[in-house]
């Protein structure tokens, strides 16, 4: 959008030194993580996580990688569970977004308003829980890690907004050329939501990547346990085994301090590493302007 | 537009079948757990299962070698299953059980057992907190043990006094076995966990007494710039016997307090009233401002790993606690010796039952070789052992009667489920002083009157959550001395009234007549 | 199971091209000829359709534990009913309307604030020409989503810790009197808003920049025809076609006001009470009523109230706020 020549002068200034300032602000916790993640445990517990330690160690990043030997596995189910998970999602919430959008589904308000109930009300994990076990059998199944969480109705919101903000005269065009909705919406619509899909692929993305909860209940079989799962195990064990003053909970014979605060932080860096490169990709659909206009065309 | 209406149909029902694909391969995979219960592999150990004798024979002789599973807290230990196959094989041919392990994150474990066991999931036994004794109770997850006990509890009655087992009683039945009774028990969480060597080197005398224990303080405070005196957000709770005879009714919320009089009555009081507390969080708002307890106190991470690091020298820690830290403690830093030292009050009384219970599911179709199993880590040293250590020779060597791990290899299960004195080892660095303070901790103490006594909860389950709430707000400000008590004491007096204490104790001092008056 | 995001999109309103619908050419209207006339699109939303019906609403039957002595025996339907009697421990608690005020306060900063500076981020966002240091701010931005709220407990205590905390450090080096932060309770709330917004603006960000990249140029570029400076595009242009996206987000936070976001606060305040007066939420109170040294306190069926209560009061708030905006412009609206 070229509209430079009408700004005022300061303008681009003050934009760049404000977006500095809110990136490094958002940039320095994070390097303090990634620096931390490779202090020593007993550093960070008598002087704090600091910008640039005294000593490097890779005792957390050991201590992770030690712990199962199943960690590239997991890598494996994770990246499998999320581009399986992510396609599948995007086609389903668009699919249905699209549905609630066009004004002549006279069900549409009905429709959005049957999604929205099941974010305001959820009947509690068991019921959820019998459910996907008892009855779906999906105890241990891949399909347990993406099925539970297919859709989320907040993005059937963010796509039904987009898709609405179409021109109707775009989809009535492609039905007078005689295609079906499904075409319209495959070879018309979707091309020019670039951006909502990249925003949806991105949080699906997201939100398959990070998630462990359904590990956590589903899944016992090392073959299939995701990523995150793995890594909030040895937290947990971690946490308790730390926090514990009581005799409920005695260390284990271990001779280092175990390394609770810098594998916190090293998961974390685990975590964000492979999202920071796939990121790049998507970014440019948040870049590019279109023209709806010469799409019409 | 037929074209278009067919490609739409083909999409639409490539999805369904997706999905439907989804379910039938989700369902297939779950059969194959849920109904192999003999059958199947241990989860994430099948290479072991061609080691074992046990698991190679499961399929074809289904009466002989009976699986038992459970869900234990935590994460696996490292180097697991050679030693699981180790026991599988030895319980085959003693008493022919397999044991299969699932394993839930601490902070979910609770929430796993319920689930599992709504759902109808193979979960013959679990562990947990005594004190869960009553919820599982309610939520019916628990089975009583007194048949299968009877004929298979030998083992376990030999090495855990049996007078703890009343505690685990609930209208009469046995609902579970107090697993760790055999340990110090007397007023075990009012104890710290110090730098012995810290004591020697200042030439201080043992802080045995709050007068000694605040040299100890002091003398750190000048001396060791570097390291808070002490770490605690319940210094308070520490110390209180030594004020009064006061102490907290289990089971309550923490809303009620109880003393034994000399004539073996009991008293009960709100908790506000307790006169050990009160002079108690005194003392540590003394100390506290004395510079003696951190400032952040209440926003400080983990204390236990400030201890080991050698940022403070004194924390909570019940008996026992110096002997499993001191390997990490002494890899910290050389020459620190761990101790525990309690604070009894005049009288020591024993009303805990070791804090650790072994449950069977209300499930569980296999009560007998669950009790069985239970027996069988009691048996022998040998037993007890290889449970808890591992194999002799491969993760752990006897040096001078003092266990010495051989690798990180393998981490043995921690010493929650069956912590015995009778068989337990103590790490290298251990003195026989501290084994032998440990052993001689209940001498001298009576049984309490209230042993045995589970407060019932069904009357003022409200209440109960209500002061709960009101408890876990302010204790930790009282005990830490963070705030002036006296400016604290009536805003919590008046929410802990609110909040239906009364009725608590009414209906406790009624179930505690009734209680005494059945002896 | 669903993330909470608090950012929104939309696509630009399209005020401008909108037609009145043709009135479908003699066809018969109704509810059946509807799904009739256009099954394939329904066809189209059925898997979606399905899976709420499957994950959502089937398990949706167990609120009813909400009002029943549940154990896990007699289950969902076998366990017995006993009323209102789970919900009493917090509606009798004396902190009822403490807490409420908390999560209700707490979360109109977080929508309000929230949603300023991830629209204000996405408005300067779009201003960049710089291809590179877009990719680049936008990524750093995106950090702190990654970072748990066990970390950033931990960072807050780094910074606003009395002795050795940042913040103090900073006051004492300009001359003034350090601030107990942790013992006095009326900093939290700013506290927590900004950590909020710290956490969100960069996801947030990315899907109204996602909204305004897909307003048309075409209206830009007339607009600058005519003479427009920046900011009128900005009033004119910009802002009037993101505001569905921005309404809809809103909304959607409106809903879930009654629930606190309990893995913030809870890793913040931790357990410190002289905090509780602002920063206490339903959800921090309801999981200390049953946190501790058991004994049966805490039922399942009062866990389950709790959260019944907090979907009721949040379901009565949206039916309210949808009708209302409803009213102002259709198009705003949730439903």
Redo the contacts between chains.
Sequence with gaps: MNTHKYEHPLFPVVNYMLLTLFAALALIPFLIVLSGSFMDEKEIILHGIRLIPEHYTFNAYQYIFQQNTGLFRSYGVTIFVTVVGTAVSVLVTGALSYVISVKQVKLRDALSFFVYFTMLFNGGMIPWYILCVKYLQMKNSIWALILPMLVNPFYIFLMRSYFKGIPEALRESGIIDGAGEMRVFLRIILPISAPILATISLFYMLAYWNDFYLALFFVDKAELIPLQYHLYRILSTLNYIASATTGEGSAVAQNIILPSESVRLATTILTIGPIIFVYPFIQKHFIKGITIGAVKG | MAKSKASMRWLTLAIAILMVMGLLIGCSKGNNESAGNEASAPPASSASSKETTAGSSTPEQPQEIVTIKSIYPGDKPKGLDPVLAKINEKLAADIGVKLELSWAPWDQYNNKIVLSVAAGEDVDFIWSGSSSLSQFAAQKIIAPLDEAMAKYGKPIYDNIDGKLFDTMKLDGKLMGIPSTGNSPLADVYHSILYREDLRLKYNLPRPDSVDNLEAYLKAIKTNEKEMDPITSNSAAYIIMKKFGPEDFLGGTGSSVGYKINDDRSVTLMPVQEMTSLNEANKKAREWFQAGYIPKDILNIGDVTSRLLAGATAMTNGAALTASEQQGTMSANVPGAILDNQPFFGDKKYIASNGGNALFLTSVSKHADKVVQFWSWVFSSQENFDLYNYGIEGVNYELKDNRVAFLDDGYTAFPGWMFKNMNFLRFPAGISDEYIDSMKKWDEGAEISPLMGFTFNPENVKTELAQVNSVWNAYSKTLESGIVDPQQIMPEFIDKMKAAGQDKILQDAQKQIDAFLAAK | ?????TS???????KV???N?VA?KGRP?G?IA??FK?R?????????????M??????????V?AFKD???????FGSKFIGF?NF??LI????IYRITFNTLFLNALFILFGTLFQVG?AL??????A?W????????????????W??VG??V??IF????GLMNGILTGIGLHPIDW??HSQYWPTILTITYI?KW??YGS??Y???I??????M?ESA?IDG???WQ?IRYITLP?IM??IM?LTL?AI??IFYGDFGMIFNIV?????L?GTT?VIDT?VY?????????????G???AA?ALQ?FL??IT?LIANAAVRKYNQ?YA??
């Design positions: 199971m669903h993330t909470e995001v929104s999109t939309a696509g630009p309103d399209r091209h909108h037609r619908r479908a209207s509810t509807d799904l256009n394939s699109l329904y066809l189209m939303g059925l898997p979606g359709v399905l899976y709420f499957i994950f959502s609403y089937l398990p949706m039957v167990g609120i534990i549940y154990n896990v025996i007699d289950g969902i009697n009493e421990f009798k608690s004396r902190d981020i300067l966002l779009n201003e960049v020409y291809k240091f877009k990719k680049i701010a936008q990524s750093a931005l995106l950090l702190p989503f990654f970072i748990s066990v970390v931990v960072f205590y780094y810790a009395t002795d050795t942790y013992t710290w603006a960069g990315i899907i920049l996602a909204a990249v897909g307003i048309d140029q075409q830009y600058l427009c400076s920046k595009l076609s569905p996206t809809i959607l809903g879930r931790k357990n410190n009470v002289i509780f206490d109170y200390r009523s049953f946190q501790g040294s058991g004994g049966g306190i805490g039922s399942i009062m866990g389950s959260g979907s949040g379901f949206i198009d949730l439903y």
